[in-house]
């Protein structure tokens, strides 16, 4: 008989959205071109830093403050700072070392001379100038003050385009969480009395399935680029706006582990995928031991016993039709290409 340790367990969690979008709009002033930073009007801790998140425009303006950018959405890693500022990132491991070397260049938003003004759409005066932006709208004419133009003026101010957008978490992929030492989950079936009063035994059906659990790790908040930290658990509880949700794979043998023996089985993956709620976070800080916290959760909808069995590299075919490729190519030249570490 094979025995299993735990020593090679291990939680992968993807971070989700409750589809709560978080609706704000970027004026002038909201961004720093120069520190490559932009400030969101979203109450500290709704995003994370390592969140990926899609933003889109939501009146059809190009997002702008985006440098060269011509599109109305945009997808990017995050790294958010002390003050709630963020900065945008193309790789998870840029986001969660933050800087500026590698963050996405910005741009003042839409800037438009005083006499280009589109009638109905809202600004924010850059300059003044010569100009007076109060005859079409504005309340003062200040530098900062947004209005909504109610047409063109003279003279040779400028102004900035305000640009309402939402932004949704977006994470595509499962990370390891670092510094597990343990976990637990439970499944719970309710039951229905259907005993008759005639009855001299008690009769119940099974009814709906439920989960619940925890997981036990080290506490660490930095050095990590390619996993998911355990702090991040710590600020996942604390989202008000878009929800304490996540989804999660709790591994019960991993690949490369092979107690059996059998070969053809040495990176086979078992392992129970769910969607799960924080309920509780629990730190534990003492001098004489580590710093650990415990996090509880509750499950919501199904859970699976999953089989990842050992097919590398293989597109698998159940019978001997041929595979179709959904593509229209005159040239004959398609390819279905699948995506692999080998040469």
Known sequence: ??????????????????GNDLVSTVNVSDVN????RLSFDFKLGQLITGDQVEITSTNGAALSFFNGYTKTGIKRFIN??????????TTFANAVNGGTANAETLATPGGRAATALVAGTVYQIVTVGSSDFTAVGASVNTVGTVFTATGTTTGDGTVGETIPIKVVVQNSDFRVIAQVN??????????IDTTNLSDSFRSQVSSLMSGSGNMSCFWEYTGETVQDLPMYLLQLILRTKVGSQFRAKFYLKSGNHNPSGVVANANDEIFYEFDGVLTACALQFSPSSTVQFTADFVT???????????SLDKVLQEDSDDLLLDE?????????LLESSDT
């Open 1 to 18: 008989m094979s025995i299993y340790l735990g020593t090679h367990g291990k939680v992968e969690l993807r971070r989700e959205f409750d």
């Open 33 to 36: 071109a120069t520190r490559k």
């Open 80 to 89: 958010v700072d002390a003050l709630g500022g963020i900065r945008f990132y």
């Open 182 to 191: 343990s976990f637990e989950l439970s499944t719970q079936r309710e039951v």
């Open 300 to 310: 919501t909808g199904e859970i699976a016993l999953k089989v990842s069995l050992e």
């Open 328 to 336: 229209t190519d005159p040239s004959g030249t398609a390819k279905l």
